[in-house]
């Protein structure tokens, strides 16, 4: 699932010279709905691409990790961040920071009610000398190492 949105956001997204690093530290099965999941994965991802400056190599990294039995998975670039007094309106509707057309602020907004309805925990923030990292921490209850009741992440 994060394959498949990592690689959309890189189709959408031609224009702009960025390597993306992948790391599977854990990879198992989540009691999900992979459709979902795997737009919120695209939001997060996409959201990432479009704050990377078209002048510069941009870098995405994307992986999975283990916290202490519950599957987490985190996406960090090397954008301009968001500042303090954005993080206060993230996730609401219809509010965004981008300028242009096609973009209604719902990308977030519906980032944090998957994660709510997986039981997930949703966090955004920005490092300290630029860029943000996005994480997703699913419950152990969530996570089977055996066959699949939703989707392989």
């Known amino acids: 699932i994060i394959d498949q949105a990592t690689n959309q956001s890189l189709q959408t997204y031609p224009h702009k010279n960025i390597r993306v690093d992948r790391s599977w530290e854990i990879s198992p099965r989540v009691f999900c709905d992979p459709v979902h999941i795997r737009e919120t994965i695209l939001n997060l991802t996409n959201n990432a691409m479009e704050a990377m400056n078209e002048d510069t190599e941009g870098h995405l990294s994307v992986r999975t990790f283990d916290r202490r039995g519950k599957l987490g998975i985190q996406i960090t670039d090397n954008g301009c961040g968001i500042t303090r007094k954005q993080t206060r309106y993230l996730g609401t509707p219809l509010v965004t920071t981008k300028v242009g057309k096609n973009h209604f602020g719902l990308g977030l907004y519906y980032v944090k009610k998957i994660a709510d309805l997986h039981d997930a925990?949703?966090?955004?923030?920005t490092l300290p000398k630029g860029g943000s990292v996005a994480e997703l921490v699913f419950p152990a209850n969530r996570i089977s190492?055996?066959?699949s009741v939703?989707?392989?992440i």
């Open 121 to 125: 925990q949703f966090d955004l923030r």
């Open 150 to 152: 939703g989707g392989a």
């Open 145 to 147: 190492g055996g066959a």
